[in-house]
C-alpha cells in the first residue's frame, strides 16, 4: 500500500531558528516528490518537485532533500519567519502514465509554528 | 490574474440538502481534481477530470458528483447521500497528468452541515 509519513506531527520554533521537516514513503514505482505549504484556511502552495534524480533542491529559505534509495525527504527551513506558520505536506507521486490522471499519495503534514 | 477561484469560502448546509461548490481556473489546464481534507488526514481525491466531458471517480466519490461541461469549469455537488459532508473541500488543476505536472489549488470551500 502506497504510504506518506510525515514527522513530526506539529513542531514549534522561536523565530530565526532552522527546522528541518521529514518525510518517509513506500510509493511505488516513484514519480517525483513535492513539497507544500497550506496556510490555514487556505489551499496548499508548491514549494519544490523532485524526481528522483535530483538530491537536493532549494526555494527561497526552504531546501528539500530526496534519498530515493531510503525513501525518505527532509525539508529545511532556514532562518524561520513568522510567515512561516504553516502545515508542510508531504506529496509522493506514482509513476504511472496508464490507469487515470491523478496519482499522487498526501501526507497528513507537519504543523509548524514559529514564535517570537 | 490567473489562477483558481472557489465559492463561496464557507457554506452552511442542512441535512438533507444538496449543495454545489465552484471551481473555476484560468490556467487553461485541461486536468481538474476535488479533493477533501478532513482534521489529521491527508487530502483524499474525490472526483477528477482529464478533458472536458469526462471525469472519473476518486478514492471517495461516493455521495458526490460532478460536470465538466466546460474547460475552466468544474463543479462538485455533495449530496444527502453524503454520510458525513463536513470538511474542507480543495479544487485544483493541472496541465496535464496529476503525477506529472504540477498541481495548482484553489483556495477551498469549508462546509458546515448544521
Known amino acids: 500500500k502506497n504510504q506518506v509519513e510525515q514527522s513530526p506531527q506539529s513542531l514549534i520554533i522561536l523565530e530565526g531558528k532552522n527546522c528541518t521537516l521529514q518525510?518517509?514513503?513506500?510509493?511505488?514505482?516513484?514519480?517525483?516528490l513535492r513539497w507544500y505549504k497550506q496556510d490555514t484556511g487556505r489551499g496548499p502552495v508548491s514549494l519544490t518537485i523532485m524526481t528522483f534524480s535530483e538530491n537536493t533542491k532549494s526555494n527561497r529559505r526552504y531546501t528539500a532533500t530526496l534519498d530515493a534509495d531510503t525513501k525518505q525527504s527532509s525539508l529545511h527551513i532556514t532562518a524561520s519567519q513568522l510567515s512561516d506558520s504553516a502545515s508542510y505536506i508531504c506529496?509522493?507521486?506514482?509513476?504511472?502514465?496508464?490507469?487515470?490522471?491523478?496519482?499522487?499519495?498526501f501526507g497528513t503534514g507537519t504543523q509548524l509554528k514559529v514564535e517570537l | 490574474d490567473g489562477g483558481i477561484t472557489q465559492s463561496p469560502k464557507y457554506l452552511f448546509r442542512k441535512e438533507g440538502q444538496n449543495v454545489t461548490l465552484s471551481c473555476e481556473q484560468n490556467?487553461?489546464?485541461?486536468?481538474m481534481y476535488w479533493y477533501r481534507q478532513d482534521p489529521g488526514q491527508g487530502l483524499r481525491l474525490i472526483y477528477y477530470?482529464?478533458?472536458?466531458?469526462?471525469?472519473q471517480k476518486g478514492d471517495i466519490a461516493e455521495g458526490y458528483s460532478v460536470s465538466r461541461e466546460k474547460k475552466e469549469s468544474f463543479p462538485l455537488t455533495v449530496t444527502s447521500a453524503q454520510k458525513n459532508p463536513t470538511a474542507f473541500y480543495l479544487c485544483a488543476s493541472s496541465s496535464g497528468l496529476a503525477g506529472f505536472n504540477e498541481q495548482f489549488f484553489g483556495p477551498g470551500t469549508r462546509l458546515t452541515v448544521l
Open positions: 477530470s482529464q478533458i472536458v466531458n469526462d471525469f
Open positions: 518525510c518517509n514513503y513506500t510509493v511505488s514505482p516513484f514519480s517525483n
Open positions: 490556467l487553461n489546464h485541461d486536468a
Open positions: 506529496v509522493v507521486s506514482v509513476g504511472e502514465i496508464t490507469g487515470g490522471g491523478n496519482k499522487l499519495t
